[in-house]
């Protein structure tokens, strides 16, 4: 009700009665958020790293853990995130630079994990047709910690064959999570996360299982370290975060000779970041809000050391919080963020304002106006994202402004949110050769190098819907859609970037101990594939993805939980080159605290 945009709360009682199966599917499946995903329900294959964006813009979400942000290389993954130290996921979409910076165009996803509490121990297995896994999990009054480990069978025919002489295979493999948060004092907390993914990839096979042409494996090793201090006295806050990812890759031959693949498939990523800020209260209507961010970005080649480069920037940000009346108050923010000059990318300035409004109706009634300009600086590894590579001192972040006004409901019993949306982001990232520019290149310099320019540009205007309703005491019901028309210029012609159209809608039930829920998304009207069928260009299908959650706790000491995922069995499409879903799939839970 207070917050003067479109907002969005899964809590850790929808991750459990509606079966998500990991924090990228929770998110796949929430109205005005789509993905680009590798595998069903995780994200990631490698270094193929996948994604969530808000509102069709893609890279252009910034993600948090405890309010540190985690993305790294403009990228958003959440695979290191295990799905039972969640305790609840914000969404706040539209412009949200002016207070964290680049990546934050489309809108912010905040990830809040579980604290430290009374006494609990928890063991927990899980079996199915396709993954199985198991995770032990301690929590005091100063600390929780949890281990698990997930393995995942091989899925075959994992991509659209078409007129393919191979099957495309994702190799079975496995993943290691481990979460821990200490509480150091009454302000200070410690939180650290390690996760593994080994022998990810691909296999291209012939019918009589030999290879087809050159596959690949991957270990992927990820890192992150946050210091969060939060002193409500003061109202300071503070956080200083190390997020590491290391990813090792193989290529397998047809001639059966295995080697290291190519430099960017083997490379370390690392940022550190600073954010410190500071409330004061002005007067009984208004408060002011100042601090500063210090970020650092790195990337190196493990193959080459050689390729390697790094990026340094500083934020200045101020937000003024003022009420007019008890009914109408508005925000006013500005931010300046500079990036340091590396070599390949120059020096940028950036100057972010935000203006937002409130209006409060009555106490379960309130409209709001959220208009702000955004920015995103290109990949740190832009210059080694491609072979024969040429920079560019004169590239420009992407940036440009949201516009959007909406109306909330809430009630102890029913929440309705609606919203209009308008985005416009100038200076889109493209790769394009010299001699497809006109441009005459360095001495030197092959006019066939690819170089990085500003050429496109984007734009969506879109309308959301949400509604939750608590029936009864035994009864509950959520519906939602989202109706938008995100579409991109790099060539000259607008085309269309994501689906146009999502639905969703579900129902849970409980009957003494006993919970169902069931949960229907759909992704409709989508953009095109990348690969042609018979010479043509066709739309992805649709994406229809039906589950079901059965639960069951006899005591409060046992727990069994009973997950159907895409009980359609529909061949789902993924993404632009037509990845598929896992299909039907089941996996039985039992946990048992002490």
Known sequence: METPATTSVITAEDIENKGFVSVFDALEQTIGIQSYS????QGDNGSSTGRTYIRGL??????????????????NSTAGIPISAVERIEVV?????????????GGVINIVTKKAGKVRNDIAITGGNINRAWEVNSRGDKYI?????????????????????????????????????????????????HTEANNTGMNYLKPDASLAKTSYSYDD??????????????????????????????????????????????????????????????????SLLAGFT??????????????????????????????????????????????????????????????????????????????????????VNSKYS???????????????????????????????????FNMQMDNKFAWRKYNQLGITPPAGVDPNTYIQVNLGKFRNTGVEFEYNKILSENWQYNAGFTYQNPEAKDSGTWEQQSA????????????????????????????????????????????????????????????????????????NVLNVSENLDRPFNWTLSYNHSF
Do not use: C
């Not at 409901?409 to 609606?418: G, L, P, Y």
């Open 221 to 286: 090793k990820r890192d992150n370290v946050a210091l969060i201090y939060d002193d409500n006295n003061n109202k300071v806050k503070s956080n200083l975060t190390f997020n590491r990812r290391r990813v090792d890759g193989k290529q397998y031959k047809t001639d059966g000779t295995v080697a290291r693949s190519g430099n960017s498939s083997n490379f370390v990523l690392y940022s550190i970041n600073f954010d410190n800020n500071k409330k004061w209260d002005l007067s009984d209507k208004s």
């Open 93 to 105: 979409k539209g412009s949200n630079s002016v207070l964290y910076g680049s990546e934050a165009m």
């Open 38 to 41: 590798y595998t069903g329900g």
């Open 500 to 571: 146009r159209i999502q639905l969703t809608t579900g129902a849970k039930y409980r009957y003494s101990k006993l919970w169902v829920g069931m949960n229907l998304f759909y992704s409709g009207d989508r953009e095109d594939a990348t690969k042609k069928v018979a010479g043509k260009i066709h739309k992805l299908k649709d994406n229809i993805k039906l589950n079901a959650v059965i639960s069951y706790a006899p005591d409060k000491n046992n727990s069994f939980k009973f997950n159907l995922y895409n009980l359609l069995d529909r061949d």
């Open 294 to 379: 210090a970020n650092k970005e790195k990337y190196k080649e493990i193959a080459d050391s050689s390729h390697a480069i790094d990026r340094d920037s500083l934020g200045v940000y101020v937000s003024y919080d003022h009420k007019y009346t008890d009914r109408l108050s508005s925000v006013i923010g500005l931010r300046g963020h500079f990036v340091k000059d590396n070599g390949f990318d120059g020096a940028h300035n950036a100057y972010l304002p935000q203006l937002q409004t409130l209006y409060k109706i009555n106490d379960a009634t309130s409209l709001y106006v959220n208009v702000g300009k955004a920015f995103e600086m290109p990949a």
């Open 145 to 193: 910690v949890s281990f698990g480990r997930e393995y995942f069978k091989e899925f075959k025919n994992s991509s659209m064959k078409y007129d393919n002489a191979y099957d495309t295979n994702r190799r079975a493999y496995n993943k290691d999570n481990l979460f821990a948060s200490v509480s150091i004092s009454k302000d200070l907390t410690l939180n650290y996360m």
């Open 58 to 75: 893609d890279k252009g979400t910034l993600i948090l853990l405890n309010g540190a942000p985690i993305n790294l290389n403009n990228y």
């Open 386 to 420: 491609r072979s024969g590579t040429g920079a560019n001192s004169a590239l420009k972040p992407q940036e440009g402004w949201t516009y959007e006004t909406g109306i909330k409901h809430i009630t102890e019993t029913s929440s309705t949110k609606f919203a209009v």
